[in-house]
């Protein structure tokens, strides 16, 4: 088993960084492999709602997003960590989750996510909850904690002084790990279901 980890702050070894890696060395000791991967310090084009993903892959073909979808797809779990930014989530990462997810075409349905939100004070909350809308609208099972999974820190390695921080995220870990283990132990005694047909309407007069 093995879970991508998406870094969305342009600083590759910053306090979002080593949160993730925080839950990806517990994930480790519980043999599942984990990579994490920076993109909020790549060039990643927005959106421009082209319609051309519906085969499943992005317009842009040349941008950091294919090799790294790729492997997101391919991957059995999705950790992702974004700094806030106007009490919002970095605005390269949400250039790559909203390309991502629209060009997923179900890829992702009923794989296991969890998102972590890094903040010098406040903020985090709102970035935990854009985060994790990602994952639901994409069919995906959420990994929980016993608390959001936020964490303080300015300077590089400030988030090791937020003990409740560091203890929700191992946490996290635990249960992402256990969740991730019971998926695999019965994926052939209790198979993934098939989708509801979906019903598509616009609120249009």
């Known amino acids: 088993m093995k879970v991508i980890a998406i870094n969305g702050s342009p600083n590759q070894k910053g306090n979002t960084y080593l949160a993730?890696?925080?839950?990806?060395?517990?994930?480790?000791?519980?043999?599942?492999?984990?990579?994490?991967?920076?993109?909020?310090?790549?060039n990643i084009k927005g959106c421009i709602a082209c319609g051309r993903c519906k085969d499943g892959h992005c317009i842009f073909y040349d941008d950091t997003l294919t090799g790294i979808a790729d492997k997101i797809f391919a991957a059995d779990g999705l950790l992702l960590g974004s700094p806030v930014y106007y009490a919002g989530i970095s605005g390269t990462m949400k250039s790559f989750l909203d390309r991502l997810f629209f060009a997923s075409q179900d890829r992702l349905r009923l794989k296991i996510g969890a998102a972590v939100a890094v903040s010098r004070r406040s903020g985090e909350v709102a970035?935990?909850?854009?985060?994790?809308?990602?994952?639901?609208?994409?069919?995906?099972?959420?990994?929980?904690?016993?608390?959001?999974?936020?964490?303080?820190?300015?300077?590089?390695?400030?988030?090791?002084?937020?003990?409740?921080?560091?203890s929700i995220l191992k946490n996290l870990a635990n249960n992402m790990a256990w969740m991730l283990q019971m998926k695999d132990f019965s994926k052939n005694s209790f198979p993934i279901?098939?989708?509801?047909?979906?019903?598509?309407?616009?609120?249009?007069r």
Request: some cysteine; proline content about 5%.
């Open 20 to 42: 993730l890696k925080t839950v990806c060395d517990e994930l480790e000791k519980k043999n599942i492999k984990t990579e994490i991967l920076t993109i909020g310090n790549k």
């Open 127 to 166: 970035v935990f909850d854009q985060l994790n809308h990602y994952f639901l609208i994409s069919e995906m099972l959420v990994a929980p904690s016993y608390y959001w999974n936020v964490i303080h820190g300015g300077a590089p390695g400030e988030i090791y002084q937020d003990e409740e921080g560091i």
């Open 193 to 204: 279901p098939e989708s509801y047909p979906r019903a598509w309407t616009n609120f249009v």
